[in-house]
């Protein structure tokens, strides 16, 4: 099955710095590689997505890339600001299991004022 | 409407209790989910419905039951649960699940602790 390993596994910027959120996979049948965002106590939600057909996709203040031959994909997130404080999932699915998504170990990502 | 809601928010039951947990969206979803999630750790699948046809069990003890009555309901039933069940219980939706590559959008979960 699927394996995905997420780094790192906290990270702490100032306000306005960049952040990067690495992860790789292992199953290169998977094709669709969303990220999440989740406060604590509240539901995972969905930031950004990409598909195997596309290497980059940005919005607003946030971009992932997708490097399909290194089996890797990346979360950036420029000019911080305190609210995106959070843990941040990565997760990829294979196309032929359903929608089964499977989730790296989270990033808990502190900006601090 | 575009979410998904689950009830009750909290549910604390005894280890010879049965109870169910209840998840619905409007949003024209043919494919919903059951995930559970333990503190600092991430959502673990369940099982996965498709056009109200269970289509992947993720080998989850029997005392867990999912359900899914219509295409806007999912009903998680629990019997004889364990104190290690204590976790989050997670429901989404997605559009399809064919082709691995549809958004899921999560409810915001039913707190549960087994005594």
């Known amino acids: 099955g699927e394996n995905v390993e997420q780094h790192p596994s906290t990270l702490s910027v100032q306000e306005g710095d960049s952040a990067v959120i690495k992860c790789t996979y292992s199953d290169s049948a998977s094709n669709y590689f969303p990220w999440y965002k989740q406060e604590l106590g509240k539901r995972p939600q969905l930031i950004i997505d990409i598909r195997s057909n596309v290497g980059e996709k940005k919005d607003q203040r946030i971009a992932v890339t997708l490097n399909k031959t290194a089996k890797h994909f990346s979360l950036h997130i420029t000019e911080t600001q305190p609210e995106d404080s959070a843990v941040y999932f990565c997760?990829?699915?294979?196309?032929?299991?359903?929608?089964?998504?499977?989730f790296g170990g989270g990033t808990r990502l502190m900006v601090k004022p | 409407d575009t979410e998904v809601t689950q009830t009750p928010k909290h549910l604390v039951m005894g280890m010879t209790n049965k109870k169910s947990l209840k998840c619905e969206q409007h949003m024209g979803h043919r494919a919903m989910y059951w995930y559970k999630q333990k503190a600092k750790k991430p959502p673990e699948l369940m099982f996965v419905y498709s056009y109200e046809k269970l289509s992947i069990n993720e080998s989850v003890p029997s005392r867990f039951s999912p359900e899914c009555p219509n295409s806007s309901l999912l009903n998680l039933h629990l019997h004889a649960l364990q104190p290690e069940d204590s976790a989050l219980y997670l429901c989404?939706?997605?559009?399809?699940?064919?082709?691995?590559?549809?958004?899921?959008?999560f409810g915001p979960g039913t707190r549960l602790t087994v005594t």
């Open positions: 989404a939706s997605s559009l399809d699940s064919a082709g691995g590559r549809y958004e899921q959008y």
């Open positions: 997760a990829a699915s294979e196309g032929n299991a359903g929608n089964m998504l499977t």
